[in-house]
């Protein structure tokens, strides 16, 4: 059973596409979150939702838009596709409220954008 | 706001060596903090955690220890492995929310 699961893998586009990245997890958590790992491997928070509420947003174009349709799900639909939106993209969840545990991550989505 | 300095590295060792990654924090109140690894094309594993002061996190060899006066979490092991190669991630707990620190790449050499 894979706890958090992020589709697709690979995602190779044209600039000015529009794209959408599914996440799923089925560890009954109330929180989930995106981040972008760029090619340094730094890993940056995009958004976190509690509950399908939006509790972080950092900074992000507004050509990134998440959707929470439950608590179990957290998409990331991109539109107009740039050069440097090209990295891998990253799914978690955690229980939010509790400060004690660890956030629990998908395999990530290798964009591309040529 | 609460954030995460690492030392970024890359950490080249050889094999048997002893390792040391360190960790320092800034955050309002008591965070957990961990230490998450990444293997080449996989996503971010738990490796420790630690979620007060003077807690000591361990795993495989690893750990870290919670240190409140330093705001610090390095990690250490005794004896690197080849297996061990992969970057290393300092991270903190919020509400609804979770830093990562930079990485730090290690790759260890027979």
């Known amino acids: 059973d894979t706890a958090v699961s992020q589709t697709p893998k690979y995602l190779v586009t044209q600039m000015g596409n529009d794209k959408s990245i599914k996440c799923e997890q089925n560890?009954?958590?109330?929180?989930m979150y995106w981040y972008k790992q760029d090619s340094k491997k730094f890993l940056k928070i995009m958004f976190s939702y509690n509950n399908k509420e939006l509790i972080i947003n950092e900074t992000v174009p507004n050509r990134f838009s998440p959707k929470s349709p439950d608590k179990a799900h957290l998409n990331l639909h991109i539109n107009s596709l740039e050069l440097g939106d090209s990295a891998v993209y990253f799914c978690?969840?955690?229980?939010?409220?509790?400060?004690?545990?660890?956030?629990?991550f998908g395999q990530g989505t290798r964009l591309t954008v040529v | 706001g609460n954030s995460v300095t690492q030392m970024e590295g890359p950490v080249t060792l050889s094999e048997e060596a002893f390792l040391t990654i360190n960790c320092t924090y800034t955050?309002?109140?008591?965070?957990?903090l961990f230490w998450y690894v990444q293997y080449p094309g996989e996503g971010l594993q738990l490796l420790l955690k630690a979620t007060k002061a003077d807690d000591k996190g361990s795993n495989k060899g690893f750990e870290a220890t919670y240190r409140k006066e330093t705001t610090s979490f390095h990690l250490e092991k005794g004896s690197v492995q080849v297996s061990d190669s992969a970057v290393y991630f300092c991270?903190?707990?919020?509400?609804?929310?979770?830093?990562f620190g930079a990485g730090t790449r290690l790759t260890v050499k027979p």
């Open positions: 978690a969840s955690s229980l939010g409220r509790s400060l004690n545990t660890e956030a629990f």
């Open positions: 955050a309002t109140g008591y965070p957990s």
């Open positions: 560890l009954g958590h109330d929180t």
């Open positions: 991270a903190l707990s919020g509400s609804y929310d979770m830093r």
